[in-house]
C-alpha cells in the first residue's frame, strides 16, 4: 500500500480510543487453496445437505 493512502486512512480512521496498524503481508483473502477452510466455514449454514 502506497505511504501517501496509509496516512490518509490512519487520518480517517484514528483517534484516541482507535489506533491504525499496517501489516507487511497482505494475503490474498480470493486464493481459494488457502482459504478453502475458512470459506467452509462461513457458507456452511447456507448450503443444502442432500
Known amino acids: 500500500m ?3 493512502i496509509q496516512e490518509e486512512l ?3 480512521l484514528q483517534d484516541g480510543q482507535h489506533q491504525v496498524k499496517f501489516l507487511v503481508y497482505q494475503p ?3 486464493d481459494g487453496g488457502c482459504n ?3 470459506y467452509r466455514e462461513i457458507v456452511a449454514e447456507y448450503i443444502m445437505k442432500t
Open 36 to 38: 478453502a477452510g475458512v
Open 2 to 4: 502506497a505511504e501517501g
Open 28 to 30: 490474498g483473502l480470493m
Open 10 to 12: 490512519v487520518g480517517v
